[in-house]
């Protein structure tokens, strides 16, 4: 079973630039999330899809994040413009809908270096 | 609200047994989750506890204690590979699925 991908892998650019992300979740995953996670700390929610509808976008920073998952299944994260403060690296997961221990799948994660 | 706590750093010998701590506050909680991430790379699932008790997978071993808001996991046999970070996370009621994080505990195995 082919796991999340996600691309970019790195990515550099100056502050007030854009940068996009794109996440492909497990096949069959219905629910989608984009985690930030700053150097030496944990994944922080910004964003959460249950097919194509936004479940929970509350600590999304809306005046320059977006996200969307327009048919359901694959997904992109813009930053526009970029502050140094999102240097960080931007993880995808995706779980399936009931069953087993709702364990969430990471992708490798994209790694954001604003200078 | 939420608050997970977890030592920064530990350091132990391969070879041996280490017991990483988790603390937690929530206002509902629904499962108790434990990842390993290598440095560079995707958090990848161990273990997952929603009730009181013990569970054994292997070399790892996960606890729980609802009533304490405390669970820890047990790495036996270290081997150098076990290096890695290891975070704690708790699934709230009515959140969705949503795991939310402690800061990670960065354990270094030494020969």
């Known amino acids: 079973e082919a796991g999340v991908a996600q691309s970019p892998r790195y990515k550099i650019i100056e502050k007030r630039q854009s940068v996009a992300f794109w996440c492909n979740p497990i096949?069959?995953?219905?629910?989608l999330y984009w985690y930030q996670q700053i150097l030496g700390q944990g994944p922080k929610l910004l964003i959460q899809f249950q097919n194509n509808g936004v479940v929970d976008d509350s600590q999304l920073p809306k005046d320059r994040f977006s996200a969307e998952r327009l048919k359901g299944v694959d997904s992109t994260l813009k930053i526009q413009p970029a502050k140094l403060e999102d240097s960080a690296v931007y993880l995808c997961?995706?779980?399936?809908?009931?069953?087993?221990?709702?364990?969430?799948?990471f992708g490798e994660g994209s790694r954001l270096t604003v200078l | 609200g939420q608050n997970i706590d977890q030592p920064t750093e530990m350091t132990a010998t391969e070879g041996a047994i280490v017991q990483i701590n988790c603390t937690y506050q929530?206002?509902?909680?629904?499962?108790l989750f434990w990842y390993q991430q290598h440095a560079g790379e995707a958090p990848t699932f161990l273990s997952y506890n929603v009730l009181d008790g013990l569970e054994e997978k292997g070399r790892f071993s996960s606890f729980l204690s609802r009533s304490k808001g405390y669970s820890y996991l047990l790495l036996k046999e270290l081997q150098m590979k076990d290096s890695a970070s290891y975070l704690c996370?708790?699934?709230?009621?009515?959140?969705?699925?949503?795991?939310?994080f402690g800061k990670g505990t960065k354990l270094s195995v030494k020969p």
């Open positions: 096949s069959g995953h219905a629910t």
């Open positions: 997961a995706s779980r399936t809908l009931g069953g087993g221990t709702g364990e969430l799948f």
């Open positions: 996370a708790v699934r709230e009621i009515g959140s969705q699925g949503n795991l939310i």
């Open positions: 929530t206002s509902g909680f629904n499962g």
